[in-house]
């Protein structure tokens, strides 16, 4: 897409929410939805679509972990690091993970897999549990977790 291209989309995709308060929020959603991310080049023409300055809408954007100001990754795996699921093994299957994926937890990276921290997806009973590519895994261990792993290895991810 070109950057014409991506702020033609951006200016359409924010303009229902301009005159409505507290838009700047459903606005960035809309572009996300669309784009995939928020493109960082993009914030000054959303601060200056509504009415907010560019920190304000930076501030926004970083305060929120859901939100990504680059491209996705080709797949994300969501470990849960709350309680219950840290007090049945998840602290060492997030380390398996990092190191399986040669990725930190939260942090960009050029890996096709995204690993995110989540902090309770409802299956403390059974934990430990994640989200792959939005499909939740219940009861989830080293050896399963590197089975998951293998599989988006070969749906195009690649190991860092």
């Not at 795996?77 to 299957?93: D, N, T």
Request: aromatic share 6%; hydrophobic share 45%.
């Amino acid at each position: 897409m070109s950057d014409s291209s991506v702020s033609d989309t951006v200016r359409e995709a924010i303009l229902a929410f301009q005159a409505e308060p507290g838009g700047l929020m459903p606005a960035l959603w809309a572009v996300q939805n669309v784009l995939g991310y928020i493109p960082e080049e993009e914030v000054p023409t959303i601060a200056k679509a509504m009415n907010q300055s560019v920190a304000e809408v930076h501030g926004v954007i970083s305060f929120y972990h859901d939100f990504k100001s680059r491209p996705p990754a080709a797949h994300t795996v969501k470990i849960c690091r709350a309680e219950a699921c840290q007090a049945m093994g998840g602290r060492r299957l997030q380390a398996f993970a990092e190191q399986q994926l040669g990725v930190e937890f939260d942090q960009a990276s050029s890996s096709a897999v995204a690993l995110e921290s989540v902090y309770c997806l409802g299956l403390c009973a059974c934990a430990p549990a994640a989200m792959v590519d939005g499909k939740l895994v219940a009861k989830l261990d080293e050896d399963r977790l590197a089975t998951i792993l293998a599989g988006l290895h070969g749906k195009g991810a690649n190991n860092g």
